[in-house]
């Protein structure tokens, strides 16, 4: 079972930047960020083991998800944050040879961290 912890939350204003990380044990094929708010989860950014991305459009050209593979640590660099950014932040795993934009087939999830963006 791949064990997923994220660091890296905190408060921010509009306009600032954080970056998120996720230790894992071992790495899938397609890893991913996905963000809870109350009454939603929406997946944010993905990424395989090929290094193929793809984003929310609500994120996109803001977040920029990668991976280290020396350090066994999945990243999301977040810029130019929005309040809309606000919600808990969870790195999840997929268990299958491909990635799903919604969260069916992410088995292995972390624990979250928050993020909260003030206007």
């Known amino acids: 079972q791949v064990q997923l912890v994220e660091s890296g939350g905190g408060s921010v204003q509009a306009g600032g930047s954080l970056r998120l990380s996720c230790a894992y044990t071992y790495r899938t094929y397609c890893m991913g960020w996905f963000r809870q708010a109350p009454g939603e989860r929406e997946g944010v950014a993905y990424i395989?083991?090929?290094?193929?991305?793809a984003y929310a459009d609500s994120v996109k050209g803001r977040f920029t998800i990668s991976v280290d593979n020396a350090k066994n640590t999945l990243y999301l660099q977040m810029n130019n944050l929005i309040p809309e950014d606000t919600a808990m932040y969870h790195c999840?795993?997929?268990?299958?040879?491909?990635?799903?934009?919604?969260?069916?087939?992410?088995?292995?999830w972390g624990q979250g961290t928050q993020v909260t963006v003030s206007s």
């Open positions: 395989t083991t090929g290094r193929s991305t």
């Open positions: 999840a795993a997929h268990d299958g040879n491909f990635c799903s934009r919604g969260s069916n087939g992410y088995t292995a």
